[in-house]
């Protein structure tokens, strides 16, 4: 059965469900899983049909791609054109919030719709008991962009998924909170290795690991997901950088402050990343139309923080 639903499944990590959840996917219906990093919108990579489906629920648009999960480093192999420096970051970071951007290899099988027309694939190992045994059970790539509408705040709840796409996806699997909260960071390998998006993994871990430094993304290219301007966006307009908060105003604080919501009282940016998606859930549910943002430093995962927060506060 394809969307739209007029159910979306609620599901539990039991065997049965896990079965379910499976079944759904291999018959080429949306299921939307925790990972890590925040809830995926699964689809069988390789079913055209199924990841069409994914870009009508989610109102995504064509020129922006998926990345591809995959249970293993072996499993990414098949799809992408693996090579030294591929091994090295999955040896150090998979399973976990990386993902890499490869050449798309010619006997790879997928949709054309998951690279949105590029030579390359973005791929990633996710960690997450859950997202593993469904990677496990399904033995197939899994599309899966984040699980909320287009532009819209990443989820990293079921309740989250459940408020932009219920009755446009057939199942939500329910693994709880995401413990990452942050999408992982992309890097390009079709050339010299490139940051294409911050997220999970802090651009100088990988440096570190590399031995170099990371080239930055060209401006206005669209090699990988997440490199759309406007994107994250809350119903809210949002100001950031804020000195001080102005009448009226929904407060997101970082450090020892009055605000409405904090995203560290303590100024740790780990937990910062973890709740900021949540944050900007609840900060839009409540009365008002703009969202102020105290400044977050922008070393480490500050660093992707920021990233999303410009996404948020960009012209739409």
């Not at 990579?45 to 020129?63: D, L, T």
């Not at 054109?81 to 997928?110: I, K």
């Not at 059970?137 to 990443?154: K, L, V």
Request: with cysteine; charged share 20%.
């Amino acid at each position: 059965m394809q969307g739209p639903y007029s159910v979306t499944e609620r599901l539990k990590p039991t065997s049965a469900h896990m079965l379910r959840a499976t079944d759904l996917l291999k018959s080429g219906s949306l299921v939307a899983f925790p990972t890590e990093t925040v809830y995926g919108l699964g689809a069988d990579a390789r079913n055209g049909r199924a990841v069409a489906e994914i870009y009508a629920a989610k109102g995504r648009p064509s020129f922006n791609p998926l990345i591809v999960h995959v249970a293993n480093s072996d499993a990414a192999q098949i799809y992408g054109v693996w090579n030294e420096t591929a091994q090295r970051l999955a040896d150090t970071f998979w399973p976990g919030p990386l993902s890499m951007v490869l050449p798309l290899r010619a006997d790879a099988g997928l949709s054309e719709l998951v690279t949105a027309g590029l030579n390359s694939v973005a791929l990633r190992v996710p960690a997450g008991k859950v997202a593993q045994e469904l990677m496990q059970r399904f033995e197939g790539p899994i599309a899966a962009p984040s699980a909320n509408p287009s532009g819209r705040i990443s989820p990293t709840t079921a309740a989250h998924v459940l408020a932009g796409l219920d009755g446009k996806i057939s199942a939500v699997l329910d693994g709880g909170a995401c413990s990452v909260g942050l999408e992982s960071t992309i890097i390009g390998l079709t050339g010299a290795p490139t940051l294409l998006r911050a997220g999970g993994v802090a651009r100088e871990d990988i440096e570190h690991v590399l031995g170099t430094s990371l080239k930055s993304a060209q401006s206005g290219e669209i090699t990988a997901p997440g490199q759309i301007a406007s994107h994250y966006a809350p119903k809210a307009r949002v100001r950031l950088n804020a000195s001080r908060w102005e009448l009226g105003e929904k407060t997101l604080g970082f450090g020892p402050m009055e605000c409405d919501l904090n995203l560290s009282e303590t100024g740790d940016l780990v937990e910062a990343a973890a709740s900021l998606f949540g944050c900007l859930h609840k900060l839009d549910e409540m009365t008002g139309t703009q969202i102020a943002v105290a400044p977050i430093p922008k070393s480490g995962l500050g660093a992707a923080i920021n990233d999303r927060l410009n996404r948020a506060a960009a012209p739409r």
